[in-house]
C-alpha cells in the first residue's frame, strides 16, 4: 500500500514538473517589441481645433502569444518607477496592421501628475512586458503633462505693488476667487505645479500655489509644464517692496483712471496689499470699511493707512470725478394752497445738460427746462443728463401736498397745457378705492383700484369740441361722483 502511494506522488510531481517547465518555456519564447514613439514628449491638453488635443500612437511587434491575448499601454510613476499594481493609460484604439503587429491610440489621465520621468510600456494581459518605449531621440524618459488650465492667472488680487516689513515676509498666492468655477483659476486643479520668478530669475525649489517673499523685488508665477511650458500661462508682475517704519510707500489705483467718468457706476480704489485699512476721504474716517478695495463715485481726496504686521504705510490719491454737481432749491416735502403755485429750479454745471420733469412716474410733456411751475400736488421727480464729455445723470425727488381743507377736493378740470394728468387727493389713492371715468357716449375709458395719477395715459384728440369725461370713485371715503372737463 505504501509503494503504490509513493509511487503515485512521484508521478504527480513529474507531471506538475513537466507543467511548469512547458509554461516557462511558453513565457520564455513570448516577446513584445515595442517600436520608437513618433514623440519625444507629451504635451496633452492644448486646444486644437476647438477641443483639448489627447491622442497618442504606439506600435509594436509580438509573437509566441495566445489569439485571445490583448494589449496596453502601461505608465510609471512620476519617477519611472513601474508599481507591483500596473496603471494604464486610455486606450482610445487598436489597430491590427498584421499576425504580429499593432498600433495602439491612448489618451493622458487628465489629472495626471506632471513629470519630467515617466516611462512607458506595453504589457500584455498574460503579464509579457515590452522593454521601455523609446522615443525617436532614443531616451525612454518621458516629459509628460496634461495642460488642465490654459491661460493667464493672476496673483495678489491683480495688483501691481505690495510690501512687507522690514524683518517679515509676506505671501504671494494666485487668486481663485471664484472656486465655485472649476476654470476659473489654475488652483482647482490639484495635480498642477508653479514656477515663481524673482527680477525674471527662476526661484529654485518654489512650487506650489503660493510663494513667502522676504526681499524687495519683482515677482510672478507661471505654470510649470516642463518643457510643454508657455509664457502666456503666467501671472501678473507684482513690484514688492520693503518698509523698515512707517512712510508713505503705499499707493493707491482707481480702476477707471483719474481723472474718472462713472457712468452711473462706481470706480474701485485699491491699495497696496497689506493686513488691514483704514480708509479716509477729505480727512474724515469712511466709517466700516476695512478691505483693500474702495468703490466710489464721488471725487475727493482718499488716503488709506495699511498695516503691514509690525509697520504702517500711507497712500493717497486726488481723485478728480468728470461728473457733475447739481442741487434744487425744494424741500423733500412740501405744500402748497389751493390756486397756489410753486416754482422749483435744479443748479447744475453740467455740459450741455437736459431735463426731464416727472409727475406721478410720467414723463411731463414740453417740461424741458431748468426751472417747473408746480401746480398740482403729487410726487415729482426731475432728471439732469450731462451729454458732453462724462455722460452721466442725476435725479432729485419732491413731494408737494396740499392743505387739509383740499383732500377732498376733486379737480373737474384737466388743463393739459400746464398738467397733462388727472389728479385726485391721496386719500382716494389705495387698494380698497375703485376709480371709473366714462366718456360722454358711454365708453368706460378707465376702471382701476389704486389710480396712480397717470390719466390719460395718452394723448387726448381734442378739436374743436373740448371733451368731457365722467367719474366715479367709490372707497372708504365713500362714493363720489363728477365730471371732468379736458382743455387744450
Same mark, same amino acid.
Given at each position: ?6 509511487l ?5 510531481l513529474?507531471f506538475?514538473g513537466?507543467?511548469f517547465?512547458t ?15 513618433d514623440?519625444?514628449n507629451i504635451?496633452?491638453g492644448e486646444i486644437?481645433?476647438g ?8 506600435t ?7 489569439a ?6 502601461e505608465?510609471s510613476?512620476?519617477? !519611472?518607477?513601474?508599481?507591483a499594481?500596473?496603471?494604464?493609460? %486610455?486606450?482610445?484604439?487598436e $489597430?491590427? *496592421?498584421?499576425?504580429?503587429?499593432k +498600433?495602439?491610440k ?9 513629470s519630467?520621468?515617466y516611462?512607458l510600456r506595453?504589457?500584455s ?7 521601455r518605449?523609446?522615443n525617436?531621440?532614443?531616451s ?8 488642465n488650465?490654459?491661460?493667464s ?21 494666485i487668486d481663485?476667487?471664484?472656486?465655485a468655477?472649476k476654470?476659473?483659476s489654475p ?9 515663481w ?9 518654489q512650487?506650489a500655489a503660493?510663494?513667502?517673499v ?11 509644464? !516642463?518643457p510643454?511650458?508657455d509664457n502666456?500661462y503666467s501671472? %501678473?508682475?507684482?513690484?514688492? $517692496?520693503s *518698509?523698515s517704519g512707517?512712510?508713505? +510707500?503705499t499707493?493707491i489705483?482707481?480702476s477707471?483712471?483719474n ?5 452711473g457706476?462706481?470706480t ?5 496689499s497689506?493686513?488691514?485699512y ?6 474724515v474716517?469712511?466709517?466700516g ?5 474702495y468703490?466710489?463715485?464721488e471725487?475727493?481726496?482718499y ?7 509690525g509697520?504702517?504705510a500711507?497712500?493717497?490719491?486726488n ?5 457733475f ?5 425744494v ?6 394752497e389751493?390756486?397756489?403755485t410753486l416754482?422749483v429750479t ?7 445738460p437736459t431735463?426731464?420733469?416727472?409727475l ?6 414740453g ?10 400736488r ?8 450731462q ?13 408737494v ?6 383732500a377732498?377736493?376733486i ?23 375703485k376709480v ?9 375709458v ?5 389710480y396712480?395719477?397717470d390719466?390719460p395715459?395718452t394723448?387726448?384728440d381734442?378739436?374743436n369740441?373740448n371733451?368731457v369725461?365722467y367719474?366715479?370713485i367709490k372707497g372708504d371715503a365713500?362714493?363720489k361722483?363728477g ?6
Amino acid at each position: 500500500m505504501m509503494k503504490k502511494t509513493t509511487l503515485s506522488l512521484i508521478k504527480s510531481l513529474l507531471f506538475l514538473g513537466v507543467f511548469f517547465f512547458t509554461v516557462y518555456q511558453s513565457n520564455a519564447q513570448a516577446t513584445i517589441s515595442a517600436s520608437k514613439s513618433d514623440f519625444v514628449n507629451i504635451c496633452a491638453g492644448e486646444i486644437v481645433n476647438g477641443k483639448p488635443f489627447n491622442e497618442y500612437y504606439t506600435t509594436f511587434t509580438y509573437s509566441g502569444l495566445p489569439a485571445d491575448v490583448t494589449f496596453g499601454v502601461e505608465i510609471s510613476d512620476e519617477n !519611472g518607477n513601474f508599481l507591483a499594481t500596473p496603471a494604464f493609460l %486610455n486606450v482610445i484604439e487598436e $489597430t491590427t *496592421i498584421s499576425a504580429t503587429q499593432k +498600433t495602439i491610440k491612448f489618451a493622458i489621465p487628465l489629472e495626471l501628475k506632471g513629470s519630467d520621468n515617466y516611462s512607458l510600456r506595453i504589457k500584455s494581459s498574460n503579464g509579457i512586458n515590452s522593454q521601455r518605449i523609446r522615443n525617436f531621440v532614443n531616451s525612454d524618459t518621458f516629459s509628460i503633462f496634461y495642460k488642465n488650465y490654459a491661460d493667464s492667472f493672476s496673483i495678489n488680487n491683480q495688483g501691481p505693488n505690495a510690501a512687507f516689513c522690514g524683518g517679515g515676509s509676506l505671501t504671494l498666492s494666485i487668486d481663485n476667487p471664484t472656486p465655485a468655477v472649476k476654470e476659473s483659476s489654475p488652483v482647482n486643479y490639484t495635480n498642477l505645479k508653479y514656477i515663481w520668478y524673482k527680477d525674471d530669475v527662476l526661484i529654485p525649489g518654489q512650487n506650489a500655489a503660493s510663494l513667502a517673499v522676504n526681499t524687495a523685488g519683482n515677482y510672478y508665477a507661471k505654470i510649470d509644464y !516642463g518643457p510643454c511650458s508657455d509664457n502666456n500661462y503666467s501671472s %501678473n508682475r507684482v513690484n514688492v $517692496t520693503s *518698509i523698515s517704519g512707517s512712510g508713505s +510707500t503705499t499707493t493707491i489705483s482707481s480702476s477707471l483712471g483719474n481723472p474718472f467718468c462713472a457712468n452711473g457706476g462706481n470706480t474701485v480704489l485699491t491699495a497696496t496689499s497689506g493686513n488691514s485699512y483704514v480708509w479716509k476721504k477729505d480727512g474724515v474716517v469712511i466709517s466700516g470699511v476695512t478691505t483693500r478695495t474702495y468703490a466710489t463715485n464721488e471725487g475727493g481726496v482718499y488716503t488709506v493707512d495699511v498695516n503691514f504686521g509690525g509697520c504702517t504705510a500711507s497712500g493717497s490719491i486726488n481723485l478728480i470725478s468728470n461728473s457733475f454737481d447739481a442741487s434744487i432749491d425744494v424741500a423733500e416735502t412740501t405744500t402748497i394752497e389751493e390756486g397756489e403755485t410753486l416754482s422749483v429750479t435744479v443748479t447744475d454745471d453740467a455740459s450741455s445738460p437736459t431735463y426731464e420733469w416727472y409727475l406721478n412716474g410720467n414723463l411731463i410733456p414740453g417740461a424741458t427746462a431748468d426751472t417747473y411751475l408746480v401746480s398740482f400736488r403729487g410726487n415729482y421727480r426731475v432728471k439732469i443728463s450731462q451729454s458732453g464729455g462724462c455722460i452721466s445723470s442725476k435725479e432729485f425727488t419732491f413731494k408737494v401736498n396740499g392743505p387739509p381743507s383740499l383732500a377732498t377736493v376733486i379737480p373737474n378740470v384737466i388743463k393739459l397745457s400746464t398738467s397733462p394728468y388727472w389728479n385726485i387727493p391721496d386719500e382716494y389713492r389705495n387698494e380698497n378705492t375703485k376709480v371709473i371715468i366714462i366718456s360722454s357716449n358711454g365708453e368706460k375709458v378707465l376702471d382701476v383700484v389704486n389710480y396712480q395719477g397717470d390719466w390719460p395715459q395718452t394723448g387726448l384728440d381734442i378739436k374743436n369740441v373740448n371733451p368731457v369725461y365722467y367719474y366715479v370713485i367709490k372707497g372708504d371715503a365713500g362714493e363720489k361722483k363728477g365730471s371732468i372737463t379736458v382743455l387744450k
